[in-house]
């Protein structure tokens, strides 16, 4: 919307405050902080990064002009109904589709299932009778229909699930609801967000019906959303009682009503303070981290203690698939310096990708929301050895071995044939790496996947002589 010069005039600029918290949110989802798409699209916008603040004022400014023009608007509608005398026969309501990030969180626009963008303006003048002057309870635009339907003396039909507002414009009840729920889908997963008088509670369920993330935000507390607290243990029980009654409230959200209120906790809770799009990054470097500790023999062997394990035992988190040789010299937990549920590990000779190992990858990225696939291959690595003997020297080998020889063969095929046998070997490791990362990128749902942001495949070689892992970039 446009508004026009003289409601831009109506404000000074330098009146205004940028948003309170416009940094990211500790413990954050990763579902619902987005980067203002819509806005970037205007002239002068940058097409990514931050807002200068003088361009963060400007909109701020537009923002205050448009409503200050609607809001001209509605008294000429106001004033039209007057003059028709039809004002007292009339109910008027005003009502916004959704609300709209100035700033906070970095965020500019709709579309996301926080504060600001769920709440919206709702005046109600009903024709007859004094309304109350305004209410904090919770409530939900469904409830506008029966509300309008018991105003107009219409019955309200039995099919739907909203509720009449009448008891709060008269004045004769505080609250007709416990929450407000608002549905949202982003990732491929629905957010169910549920707002009470002093909480925001929020689950992320994706299409297997797993709570990808959750949310938990307390305004008392926290009046600008800076802190998920979700996985905060002093707020367990409240998280469970707003699951429970988030439930209880949203009937008829059939998705919602798949996952359990006590299901195990949310997959994207597995490491607080990594967000879910750059968590790829993050394990990769806990991997690294890792690796480091291994090779100056300072690993700390972490996650092994039976109080780890007995948490372990609501579900598994691991933070990175690592698919590798059966070789016994390359166990990635050592290598990795991990432990306990920290890696969901496929093995296979020669790190190949088949239909089973893609099932097991596909299980892992989309039941424990994984966000990292590496794939590592080791120097020295028997099966791809027994690809270049068999490649120069062909024999009789079980059809078995020969299928996998067949898997490890298009690697070797992409290298000069005229070098000697041990390079032959060492450029074979690498060339299946990347291969065995070309070719499950191109399996269907992962490239989904990938293309979500819901996961990065990366792959390695690890030096059997000196212990390090190269990653390939
Ligand atoms: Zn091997």
């Known amino acids: 919307m446009v508004a026009p010069k003289k409601y831009w005039e109506l404000y000074r600029r330098d009146q205004f405050s940028l948003a309170s918290h416009r940094g990211v ?35 701020i400014h537009g923002y205050y002009a448009s409503v200050s023009y609607v809001d001209a608007q509605i008294g000429l509608l106001l004033a039209e109904l007057e003059t028709l005398g039809l004002a007292d ?8 589709d959704n609300g709209f990030h100035l700033g906070d969180h970095g965020m500019w626009g709709v579309n996301s299932p926080l504060e ?18 305004s209410t904090s309870s919770p409530v939900e635009s469904i409830d506008l229909f029966p509300t309008l339907c018991e105003l107009c003396g219409i019955e309200i039909p039995e099919t739907i699930s909203g509720r009449s507002l009448v008891p709060l414009i008269k004045g004769t009840a505080d609250q007709i609801r416990d929450g407000a729920l608002t549905v949202f889908k982003n990732r491929g997963s629905i957010g169910y967000s549920y707002r009470t008088d002093q909480y925001r509670y929020t689950e992320w ?32 029980e409240l998280r469970l009682r707003l699951a429970k009654q988030m439930r209880v409230d949203g009937t008829d959200c059939q998705r919602l009503r798949a ?60 933070f990175a698939v690592v698919l590798g040789c059966s070789d016994s010299r390359v166990p990635p937990e050592l290598l990795f310096d991990q432990g306990f549920g920290d890696l969901f590990v496929i093995r296979v000779a020669g790190n190949v990708v088949d239909t089973d190992v893609t099932a097991s990858i596909e299980y892992a990225v989309h039941y424990l929301q ?37 898997r490890i063969e298009p690697a070797l095929k992409s290298l000069p044939e005229d070098t000697e046998h041990a390079e032959r ?24 996947s990938i293309g979500a942001g819901q996961v990065r495949i990366v792959g390695a070689v690890y030096d059997m002589h000196n212990g390090t892992v190269d990653v390939i970039d």
């Not at 954050?28 to 916008?45: D, I, Q, T």
């Not at 026969?89 to 916004?96: A, R, Y």
């Not at 003048?125 to 004094?130: L, N, V």
């Not at 994984?370 to 270049?388: D, N, Q, S």
């Open 425 to 448: 070997v060492s450029g074979c490791v690498r060339t299946n790496v990347i291969h065995a990362v070309q070719k499950l990128s191109s399996i269907a749902d992962v490239r989904q």
């Open 259 to 318: 996952v359990s209120a006590v299901s195990d906790v949310a997959l994207g809770m597995r490491s607080p303070g990594v967000e879910t799009l750059p968590a790829a990054a993050a394990a990769l470097k806990r991997l690294k981290e890792g690796n480091t500790r291994f090779v100056s023999g300072k690993s700390i062997h972490p996650h092994e203690t039976r109080n780890w394990r007995a948490q372990l035992e609501q579900g598994q988190h691991p």
């Open 116 to 133: 600001h963008a769920t709440r919206v303006p709702l005046i109600l003048r009903p024709a007859a009778g004094k309304a109350t002057a």
């Open 89 to 96: 026969k009339t109910t008027v309501v005003l009502l916004g």
């Open 370 to 406: 994984t966000p990292l696939v590496l794939i590592l291959g080791h120097t020295g690595c028997g099966a791809v050895k027994a690809t270049v003997d068999h490649f120069d020297n062909p024999s009789e080998q079980p059809k078995e071995v020969v299928a996998l020889i067949k």
């Open 205 to 236: 369920v994706n299409q297997y019906n797993r709570i990808a993330a959750r949310e938990l935000y307390d305004y008392q507390a926290d009046p600008h959303e800076t802190q998920n607290r979700s996985a905060d243990p002093m707020y367990a």
């Open 25 to 59: 949110i500790d413990y954050a989802s990763g579902f619902s902080v987005h980067e203002a798409g819509l806005l970037r699209g205007f002239e002068g916008v940058p097409q990514q990064g931050p807002l200068s603040e003088a361009l963060q004022r400007e909109i």
